[in-house]
Each structure stands twice: as C-alpha cells, then as structure tokens.
C-alpha cells in the first residue's frame, strides 16, 4: 500500500483491488478454464447423430455429448448467420446489438462476452467465419473469412492483412486454430471463436471424401411436397428445392455441353469451380463428371427432378457434415494429448438450424422448428457430468452471460440471456418457460416475410408482418412438423389470447419497442 496516501483514500483504493481481483481471472490460477466455441454455419440438428441418426452418424460430435451434456431444447433468436453472431457476442437481441439483417454493419465498439473475457485476463481469439463486416474487436488474434468465404483455397484476414489459405477450408480453420492454441502463452487462460464456414450453401466437399454416402438413397421428409395451405408466409418462399434450388450453383451439374443453362452456372464457374488448383478440379470432375453424364441424360421433371435434387443436395451437405466431425474428432484429440481436455469449456453449436428438405425446403429464417432450433452440445469434465440431457428451453442470448459465469466473471446488467450455469451444475433454478423470436430481412434472399412470435413447451404463435398481416398458430404436441395453422380454431381461442398477452410482455420485457 502507498503509504504516502491518506488512510482513506488507501482503503478505498483497497477495496477496488479487491472489487477488481474478484473481477479478474488470476492469470496464474490454474483453475481458469479455457473456452473453445466451436459454431458451424447452417449445420441442422438433424444431421448430427445425438439428436437424430436417420441421415449420417457424428461420432465426434457425439462424443462432446456423451462427455458431456446435450441441449434437447436449443433455439436461437433471429435465424440467420451475422444476427446470430451479434447475439452470441453481445448477449442481447437484435434490436439491442443492431444487426438485425445481414446486411448492417455490426458495431464493434459495443460490449461483448469477448471483451469481458479479455478484460478478466483471457487471450482471445476468433479463427474462421466472422460475416460482421466490420473489423474484430476483443480478440488479441483474428483469422477471418472475407464474407462467406470459399471452401477451397479461401483467402483470411490475418489481423488486418489478407491471406490466401490453401486447401480446403473446414481443414485449414482447425489447421489455424490448432495452431494458435499451440502457440498461446499458457500463463494465461484462453478463449478461441472457431467459427467453421461448412456446411453452408453451396455444400462443396471434400475432394478426400466423395467415397462417403455411395449408393445411398436418404429418407425423404413426410413434408417434403407440402401444398402450404393456411399458411400464406410459407407458400411465398423462395427457399424450396424444387423451385429455387439451382441444378448447377447448388447440385453443381456444370456440363462441357453447356446444355444445361441456369441462372447462377457462370457464378459457379467462374467463382467456385475455377477458384480449385488443378488436382481439385480433377478429383472433382472424376466424381461429378459421370453424374452429370446420368443427370443430363435423362429427363427428370416435376416431382421425380425435386427428389433426385433432394438426394444430390444430402449428399453434397451431408459430405461437409462429415468434414466437420472428422475435424471436430482432430481437436478433441488434440485437446487429449495437450492435457487441456478436463479444464476446457468445449461448446459446439450452429449459428442456426436448417432444412433438410422439410416442408420442400432448403435455407432457414423461419421461426420454425427446423430452423429456430440449433444443436448444443457441451463438455467440461472439470465441473459438468457426463451424459446429461438438458430439457429446459435456451437461446443464443444466454451463450455471453453462461460463459462469463462458468469462468467467475460478473455478467454485465444489459445482457438479456440468461446463464445456463445452474443447468450445467444441476443447481436449482427457475428457468424461463417462453422464447422470443424476430426475423426482419425483408425483402431479401428466399423471401421470407419478417416475423416474430412467442414459443412455449407445447405451442407456437407467430406474426408476419410488413407486406403482409398474417398470424399463425401451432399445436406443438399435435403438430410437431407444423402443417395445421390452428390461428382460426376455436377450439383454442383461449390459449391464443394467452399467448398474445404474454408476447406482448415478453416484447417489453426485452425493449423491442415498436419495431
Ligand atoms: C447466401 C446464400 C443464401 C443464404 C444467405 C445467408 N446464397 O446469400 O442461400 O440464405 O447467404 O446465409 S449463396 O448461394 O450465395 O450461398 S447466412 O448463413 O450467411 O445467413
Ligand atoms: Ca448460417
């Protein structure tokens, strides 16, 4: 202590040290844990096996679940990739953290979980995909993708410089983030944003994997050729496989004859197939080229063309599926033989669900189930039992305040998640019991109407709104796959003005205001 202070101002200095010590994660505290959050872009719970094993088996991905805890109730809040960003950061709404769409610019200057962490004495991280716009702030090392990125040979923002990543990106991702583990201070704790590109649009593979799926025919979704009727929003999509899936952008049927002619062939050729070195595009051509042949000979059309698109698209999906688990199982193994697996928080989430093929579609933005939901799973052997189900209903808003909890840090008052620490520790808690939703990009790619709405354990209700006046209600129970817009039954008049009255606090409640 200063003794040339007067006493009172030594014990108020002490008591901030101590205010702050409580603030800050010892550098030296062995405890610390580290954080690795791994998020994928557009990857369905219904292709990772702990949730659903009718499409492909995820072993490594299944393996955090075992080690650790499941998410059988996992949401987000805006289904979309640079919105759900902002809220794992920011920990609040979009209509709080203002990227709403993805077309703002999200402002970095605000305060975010990465910031936090870095403040308490984390060294930070963000390898992969960013899609904010704007540059990175919090991270002591940044490693972006420049918008969606490539899957092959894509070029990275090193830190302010660009730089061009040879390979194929779900590999060079964990190759960077490996590596920046491996060369941390490890004085210190740290937290790293792996942030994958797969398994976006357009669903390129791995030239190493097109063995995989051979001869297999996928089931086909009992909403597969969905009329939409009593659901207006739904029927004016531009999202479905029949109607806007692309036979060479999305099922990558680019033919030497140039016979068949769509709208984003030049795009693909000239911006995803030319982008491969030569030994890619001759791996490629040698699985494609004799499916192009069988393709366009043949005349598939109307429903008989919508399913063997269907098939090609779980094909091509289901391969980056695949490159996802096979790097995932590389950093739990990497975690094993580095002694980091047991104090590690291992988060593995998408920044939305996705559709495979339900209700005719491919994409997301809906509120739902397909794609409100997004997988969860969680591993700390230090503190979380392993092989836990976790019921209760979370969001992407809790991500910022759970973490900052589960490493001691306080959690900033504005922050509107909740921590789903007690969940993890099985400590009592009285959990939320309705979520709330609000999409708004429209006008905008596959013309989903803006919306937003409540879900509870066993019913939904939605309004779509702007360029249409439209309200939906779903019996969960009843109608798990959400065909029957109950809104005009009169048989539940009573739980719909329920649910109106409790949207509209639940609005208040997180400032939405008029928007
Ligand atoms: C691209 C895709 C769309 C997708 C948006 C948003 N087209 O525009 O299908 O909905 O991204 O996706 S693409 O064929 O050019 O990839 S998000 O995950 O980034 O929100
Ligand atoms: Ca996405």
């Known amino acids: 202590m200063n003794k040339i202070l007067p006493t009172a101002i030594q014990g108020t200095l002490l008591m901030w040290s101590l205010m702050l010590g409580c603030q800050n994660v010892d550098a030296q505290d062995a405890d610390a844990p580290n954080i690795i959050f791994i998020m994928t872009?557009?990857?369905?719970?219904?292709?990772?096996?702990?949730?659903?094993?009718?499409l492909i088996e995820t072993?490594?991905?299944?393996?955090?679940?075992?080690?650790?805890?499941?998410?059988?109730?996992?949401?987000?809040?805006?289904?979309?990739?640079?919105?759900?960003?902002?809220?794992?950061?920011?920990?609040?709404?979009?209509?709080?953290?203002g990227q709403i769409d993805n077309r703002v610019r999200f402002d970095s200057t605000q305060n975010t979980f990465v910031k936090e962490l870095q403040a308490g004495g984390y060294q930070t991280a963000v390898i992969g995909k960013w899609h904010l716009k704007s540059q990175p702030m919090g991270f002591d090392h940044y490693e972006v993708l420049i918008g969606q990125g490539n899957y092959y040979n894509s070029d990275f923002i090193e830190n302010g410089e660009r730089v061009r990543s040879e390979g194929y990106v779900t590999d060079v991702i964990t190759d960077k983030s490996l590596g920046w583990i491996e060369q941390r201070n490890e004085e210190k704790p740290f937290c790293l944003l792996l942030h994958h590109k797969a398994t976006h649009r357009i669903w390129m593979p791995d030239t190493t994997l097109f063995q995989e799926f051979e001869g297999v025919e996928f089931p086909v979704p009992s909403t597969f050729f969905d009329d939409y009727s009593g659901r207006q929003a739904a029927a004016e999509q531009e999202m479905s496989i029949?109607?806007?899936?692309?036979?060479?952008?999305?099922?990558?049927?680019?033919?030497?004859?140039?016979t068949v002619q769509t709208q984003l062939r030049d795009p693909y050729e000239n911006r995803m197939y030319s982008r491969m070195d030569p030994d890619q595009k001759a791996a490629w051509d040698k699985y494609y080229?004799?499916?192009i042949k069988e393709f366009t000979e043949s005349d598939l059309t109307g429903k008989e063309l919508a399913l063997w698109k269907?098939?090609?698209?779980?094909?091509?999906?289901?391969?980056?599926?695949?490159?996802?688990?096979?790097?995932?199982?590389r950093v739990l193994d990497y975690l094993d033989e580095a002694g980091l697996a047991e104090n590690t928080i291992l988060v593995y989430t998408s920044d939305q669900g996705f559709y495979m093929g339900e209700h005719g579609w491919f994409d997301k933005r809906f509120m739902y189930e397909e794609s409100f939901r997004t997988p969860l799973v969680m591993r700390w052997p230090a503190q979380v039992e392993p092989g836990g189900f976790i019921e209760e209903m979370v969001q992407n808003?809790?991500?910022?305040?759970?973490?900052l909890d589960l490493v001691g840090l306080p959690i900033p008052e504005d922050m509107q998640g909740e921590s789903m620490k007690p969940l993890?520790?099985?400590?009592?808690?009285?959990?939320?019991?309705?979520l709330y939703y609000h999409y708004y990009e429209f006008p905008g790619a596959h013309a989903v109407k803006k919306h937003y709405g409540i879900r509870t354990e066993h019913h939904k209700l939605i309004h779509f709104y702007d360029h249409i006046d439209q309200w939906e209600f779903y019996d969960l129970q009843k109608d798990s796959v959400e065909m029957n817009n109950l809104i005009d039954d009169p048989g539940y008049q009573e739980i719909i003005k329920d649910l109106r009255i409790r949207l509209t606090a639940l609005r208040e409640k997180y400032?939405?205001?008029e928007g």
């Open 424 to 434: 993890l520790l099985k400590q009592p808690v009285d959990w939320r019991n309705e």
């Open 289 to 291: 080229d004799p499916l």
């Open 41 to 54: 872009d557009d990857h369905s719970y219904q292709t990772l096996s702990a949730y659903q094993d009718h």
């Open 242 to 258: 029949a109607n806007h899936m692309d036979l060479v952008w999305d099922n990558k049927m680019l033919d030497s004859a140039g």
């Open 59 to 97: 072993p490594n991905l299944d393996r955090i679940a075992h080690e650790g805890v499941l998410f059988s109730n996992s949401f987000v809040s805006n289904s979309i990739c640079a919105p759900s960003r902002a809220v794992l950061l920011t920990g609040k709404h979009s209509h709080l953290n």
């Open 511 to 513: 400032q939405v205001g």
């Open 397 to 403: 808003i809790d991500h910022a305040p759970t973490l």
């Open 310 to 329: 269907y098939q090609r698209y779980m094909n091509d999906y289901l391969k980056c599926v695949r490159s996802v688990d096979n790097n995932v199982g």
